[in-house]
């Protein structure tokens, strides 16, 4: 008896979604100028110049791989903060971005990647569209000040630094201070 294998064509949007997908895994792992096309086309099961064809060059795979991962925070940020405001939302916001983290540290590292790849102009206007939307959206939803805004991406920035070092829980004596001085601050 011949067994036969059925599979099912994924639409373009569900290709799409499985390059960035990869791209996500292979830009975190080894940024923009480390990774190359081949090694996203492998990982997504698919050739070379289907990537090429969809995105049209490395770059603005990247950018584009970059644009989703901080559209996905700021998705989990609004999702978190619904029906909340002022010091309640940026807690739910802020609670939602570590979540986040900790479900898949690869969106910190290539955002880490896409900050370091902001001498490029393309990749520059990705991150600071992709930062300020962040920005107006904590504005908008919590309705607090500046400055407190201001606090809020700080001790972001910070998370992030000490996340991508590994010295949470470890037993640091400079980070255990400053990791218990933000929460000390909220």
């Not at 949007?13 to 923009?32: M, T």
Request: with cysteine; glycine share 8%; hydrophobic share 45%.
């Amino acid at each position: 008896m011949k067994m036969t294998t059925m599979t099912t064509r994924q639409t373009a949007d569900e290709r799409r979604d499985s390059i960035l997908d990869a791209a996500l895994v292979e830009f975190a792992a080894k940024g923009l100028d480390g990774t190359s096309t081949e090694d996203v086309a492998r990982r997504a099961g698919i050739s070379q110049p289907y990537v090429f064809r969809l995105f049209g060059t490395k770059k603005k795979l990247f950018a584009e791989a970059c644009r989703r991962c901080m559209l996905q925070v700021r998705d989990a940020m609004a999702i978190a903060a619904a029906g909340k405001t002022g010091e309640d939302a940026l807690s739910a916001m802020g609670k939602a971005y570590i979540a986040l983290l900790e479900a898949d540290p690869r969106r910190l590292k290539l955002q880490m990647h896409m900050y370091a790849a902001s001498d490029d102009a393309e990749i520059r206007k990705v991150a600071r569209e992709g930062y300020g939307e962040l920005v107006r959206f904590a504005e908008n939803v919590s309705g607090l000040s500046g400055k407190r805004i201001s606090q809020f991406f700080a001790r972001g920035m910070l998370i992030n630094v000490i996340a991508a070092m590994g010295v949470r829980d470890a037993g640091i004596d400079w980070a255990d201070r400053l990791i218990q001085g933000g929460k000390d601050e909220v």
